[in-house]
Nanobody, 125 residues
Framework: QLQVVESGGGLVQPGGSLRLSCAAS????????IGWFRQSPGKWREGLSCVSSIDPRGRYADSVKGRFAISRDNAKNTVYLQMNSLNAEDTAVYYC??????????????????WGQGTQVTVSS
């Protein structure tokens, strides 16, 4: 059974950093795309970043390019999202998701079949 579980959310001050983790089971993150998304109240779910064997450097939304970095630890079968220079607009529930197909990653939620439960990130002083 394919499963992803997020962790690492919390409360951080503006300008601070957090690292989110997405632990995978039932599949190898080295072969399948993993995407990070977020959703805040009243807004659509937004694709932030993704990584795949075809896109090992990752892809980023313009809203987080230069501030967020995606990485994989194949030994731990985990994908990370390092988030720097956080601001209030980054407050949201963050989700990771897995694509059961082996293909290039895209920031479209319809490409992802398995979703975690989400982790809350709150940026506030």
């Amino acid at each position: 059974q394919l499963q992803v579980v997020e962790s690492g959310g919390g409360l951080v001050q503006p300008g601070g950093s957090l690292r989110l983790s997405c632990a995978a089971s039932g599949f190898n993150v080295n072969y399948h795309s993993i995407g990070w998304f977020r959703q805040s109240p009243g807004k659509w779910r937004e694709g932030l970043s993704c990584v795949s064997s075809i896109d090992p450097r990752g892809r980023y939304a313009d809203s987080v390019k230069g501030r967020f970095a995606i990485s994989r630890d194949n030994a731990k079968n985990t994908v990370y999202l390092q988030m720097n220079s956080l601001n209030a607009e980054d407050t949201a529930v963050y989700y990771c998701a897995a694509d059961s197909a082996v293909r290039s990653c895209v920031l479209l939620e319809t490409n992802y079949d398995y979703w975690g439960q989400g982790t809350q990130v709150t940026v506030s002083s």
